[in-house]
């Protein structure tokens, strides 16, 4: 099983600044298959980021997804009010799915 | 695609609740679903999946004996049907299809 490790656990951040999120996979995983979602509280996950890199819809380009083998990043280039929420990466190109622990973005 | 969970509630330990998840907007018959759940202010954990067809599942090791998950393409619906039911399976369980979730219901475990 592939367990995925999410660094930092709280990112304390202003609005405008510059986020960056890491997720570290247990042993090298295929890209097509790594993908992140936004949580906010009561609600479901929303896809971002599938494929490592490539923005579900409707996702604003502020948000970029990078990295491959164990390494993945998701990067909010400017923060906006409404982006300030929980974000899990994803391993789901086999069973079991896993996700990593999740890093809460939130206002400084 | 939508999906639409029911059938969570409160359960006392030991008993049993089975949930559903109607799916639409998708060929529902195509696709492998999972059961996801979320303890109150914990992360994302994988319950179980089933393959397009039905014949094949897998589960998670806290859940193998006790849960079983199945799906009715004919109607395109997911089950999950949960029995021995215990205190830390309180969670929002989340139905998933590939990039997409339901709205969750909720299962409370609690005498």
């Known amino acids: 099983e592939i367990v995925l490790t999410q660094s930092p656990g709280t990112l304390s951040l202003s609005p405008g600044e510059r986020a960056t999120l890491s997720c570290r996979a247990s042993q090298s995983v295929s890209s097509s298959f790594l993908a992140w979602y936004q949580q906010k509280p009561g609600q479901a996950p929303r896809l971002f980021i599938y494929?490592?890199?490539s923005r579900a819809t409707g996702i604003p380009d502020r948000f970029s997804g990078s990295g491959s083998g164990t390494d993945f990043t998701l990067t909010i280039s400017r923060l906006e009010p409404e982006d300030f929420a929980v974000y899990y990466c994803?391993?789901?190109?086999?069973?079991?799915?896993?996700f990593g622990g999740g890093t809460k973005v939130e206002i400084k | 695609v939508q999906l639409v969970e029911s059938g969570g509630g409160l359960v006392q330990p030991g008993g049993s609740l089975r949930l559903s998840c109607a799916a639409s907007?998708?060929?529902?018959?195509?696709?492998?679903m999972h059961w996801v759940r979320q303890a109150p202010g914990k992360g994302l954990v994988w319950v179980s999946r089933?393959?397009?067809?039905?014949?094949?599942?897998s589960y998670e090791d806290s859940v193998r004996g006790r849960f079983t998950i199945s799906r009715d393409n004919a109607k395109n619906t997911l089950y999950l049907q949960m029995n021995s039911l215990r205190d830390e399976d309180t969670a929002v369980y989340y139905c998933?299809?590939?990039?997409?979730w339901g709205q969750g219901t909720l299962v409370t475990v609690s005498s």
């Open positions: 994803q391993h789901y190109g086999s069973s079991p799915l896993t």
């Open positions: 494929g490592a890199s």
């Open positions: 998933y299809r590939e990039g997409s």
């Open positions: 089933i393959n397009s067809d039905g014949s094949s599942t």
């Open positions: 907007g998708f060929t529902f018959s195509s696709f492998w």
